[in-house]
Structures are given as C-alpha cells and as structure tokens.
C-alpha cells in the first residue's frame, strides 16, 4: 500500500497524487493539515526518511520566518514547532512499506514504488 502525507493546496503534493494514482496500486491520501501527525509519528517519519529534523521543514514558510529561523532549536524543539504548525512539513511524502521520501520532484517517488 502506497500512503501519501497530501497538501491540495500544493501543486507540487497534486503532482505527485496524480502520478500515484495511475499506479495499479491503492494510495491512501493523508491531509496532514487536517489531520497532523503526532510527535511520535513525526519523529518516526524522519528516522524512516533518515533525514534531521531541519531537512523536513519548510524554512520559507512565514511562520518559521517569524517564529523560528535563527533561534537555536534542538531537534525535539524543531520536531515540535512542525507539529504545532504543520504547514511547515515539507510536501509530499510518499510511503511505501518500510520506505518513505519527500517527492519533490513527484519522480522521486518512483524510487520507493
């Protein structure tokens, strides 16, 4: 099973649905603006991607412009402010069993698929 972390506001995350979607396999959609993943989710997601914490935000986002850029935060700390304000997660994230990637460009995908 496919699971894609979904903003329909994006054009990037849109993209990259629509590529899922002609896959022969089903794709469950998770609008993680509406139903934002937990602390424990959160960090599991950047340990699957194995990335840092900071490599999953969106750092042009105004929130983390006002809120957070140039402030020394601990990875729990940065980990937290995405769950507080997930419009900072970076989009789209794609899972395919034990794999995860941040589609961007959607072809990424591919390589999990």
Known sequence: M???FHNPRCGKSR???AFLDQS???????????NPPTYEELNKII????????ELVRQK??????????KPLSDKEIIHAMVSNPILIERPIVFHGDKAVIARP????KTIL
């Open 15 to 17: 993209e990259c649905l």
């Open 61 to 70: 986002e105004s929130i983390w412009i006002e809120k957070f850029k140039n």
């Open 2 to 4: 496919i699971t894609i």
């Open 24 to 34: 022969d396999q089903k794709v469950t959609v998770i609008n993680y603006l509406v």
């Open 47 to 54: 340990i699957l991607l194995q990335i840092k914490p900071i």
């Open 106 to 109: 959607f072809e990424k995908a």
